[in-house]
């Protein structure tokens, strides 16, 4: 199904290829941008029906990129979970972009509309931004939700998937190109770099001579260092999920446990999981045991203070450096805190912005803990595993937006478009 892993001598020729492909995504743009919902959509239902017909090569691919992994010896078991497609996720992947299908198309929607007194009317309307450059990691199925989100905001995309997933982007790239062709859309509206040469990494983020307008990184520290570093052209920053979910003094002690399993244990692996448990000193004595006994119980490596190590012998004590981490593995640190205004005083010095949660019965608390965390997403009585943009409705997601710049949360189709201002007038000139 996929072409032969592509070979490329020397940066001269990796840059001329980069340049090729930006060169075509570039042009692709100007196309999608005036496309017809109707168009896209065309090419949606076709990309759909492409990943079933073709989920059992998709499957095949995939399991040769995990059978390399592991071999590797250097891969972790949350690793090969975000790396791993099963039937369910592919078919998952075919449901995301038929919800994208269905949502309203975006481009061209007039969000506010005014008269000025010399009698211009001034209207703000949404516009796609141009070429998306998405480097991510590991996870295969970005490269379906980006593609398929930026076409539906008549964006142009470059995807550049991880090393380790190359053989499964391919071939759900290759359903990704089989839509758009259908649909007669310019193949290169998608594209995706056919290399694991790590210095395209560098070319996307210098922009490729203007011809990227945004990146959008997914993936560890290491690439999130070197984005911040190198990017030459605006980046929606995905930083680490250091999230956590806080039990309050008020909290139903049955809905606390669900929430604090469901968002440490559903999947470990992913940026919405939860890295630290934060209990309301007054709810220690009831609560407090319980829980960590659950996380243990579910295989959970628990890391506490002074309070949750008496709470069981089997929990090892947290260091300075644990309230900061994003394990992305069966491991939560553990805290007491006072009250509300202790757990956003704790979230302020250690969070990161990306999505915390509040479990408690008292409206006043969980008002001033939505209002006051300075987080991406902020939930009451859910769990943190809810930050994921098919959870909002959104039908796939490129990432999870932690800066403040434009687009925050999930990023789906409407935080891929910018807006420019259309002016009409009858003739008015300045004085």
Not at 4 to 30: C, E, F, T
Request: proline share 4%; with cysteine.
């Amino acid at each position: 199904m996929a072409a032969p892993l592509k070979a490329v001598d020397g940066n001269a020729d990796l840059q001329a290829l980069m340049s090729d492909l930006a060169s075509r995504a570039r042009a692709a743009a100007r196309v999608l941008a005036l496309a017809p919902p109707e168009q896209k959509n065309r090419a949606l239902e076709a990309m759909e029906r492409a990943i079933r017909a073709n989920a059992a090569a998709i499957l095949a691919a995939n399991a040769e990129d995990v059978a390399e992994a592991r071999a590797s010896g250097d891969a972790t078991s949350a690793f090969i979970d975000r790396l791993t497609l099963t039937p369910a996720r592919v078919e998952g992947m075919a449901e995301g972009i038929a919800i994208v299908r269905g949502i309203t198309d975006p481009v061209g929607i007039v969000t506010e509309s005014w008269q000025r007194p010399n009698g211009m009317t001034i209207e703000r309307v949404r516009v796609p931004l141009g070429v998306v450059g998405v480097i991510f990691e590991s996870r295969p199925n970005v490269a379906a939700d980006a593609g398929v989100l930026c076409l539906k905001s008549g964006n142009a995309v470059i995807l550049r998937g991880g090393s380790d997933s190359f053989r499964s982007c391919r071939a759900i790239h290759e359903c990704l190109v089989q839509g758009l062709r259908e649909a007669g859309l310019p193949e290169a509206a998608i594209t995706l770099v056919p290399t694991r040469d790590r210095a395209a990494v560098g070319m996307m983020l210098s922009g490729l001579n203007g011809s990227i307008d945004v990146i959008v990184p997914r993936g560890g520290k290491s690439l999130v260092a070197r984005v911040e570093q190198e990017a030459r052209v605006p980046v929606f920053a995905h930083l680490e999920g250091v999230n956590h979910v806080y039990v309050d003094a008020s909290a139903d002690l049955a809905m606390a446990k669900e929430i604090v399993l469901n968002a440490k244990m559903r999947r470990t692996g992913v940026c919405g999981a939860a890295e630290t448990l934060l209990v309301d000193r007054a709810a220690a004595g009831k609560a407090l045991k319980p829980l960590v006994e659950m996380l243990l119980e579910a295989g959970c490596e628990v890391r506490g203070d002074d309070a949750v190590q008496g709470t069981d012998a089997r929990v090892k004590p947290a260091s300075e450096d644990d309230w900061d981490t994003e394990y992305l593995d069966a491991i939560i640190a553990a805290k007491v805190v006072d009250g509300v205004d202790g757990a956003i005083a704790h979230i302020q010095d250690h969070g990161s912005h990306h999505t915390d949660a509040i479990v408690s019965s008292d409206e006043a608390a969980a008002r001033k803990f939505l209002s006051e965390v300075d987080s991406a997403i902020v939930l009451h009585n859910a769990s943190t595993q809810f930050a994921d943009g098919g959870e909002f409705g959104f039908g796939a997601e490129i990432g999870i937006a932690t800066g403040r710049f434009h687009a925050r949360g999930p990023v789906g189709a409407e935080q891929l478009t910018s807006f420019k201002y259309r002016v009409h007038g009858t003739g008015q000139t300045r004085p």
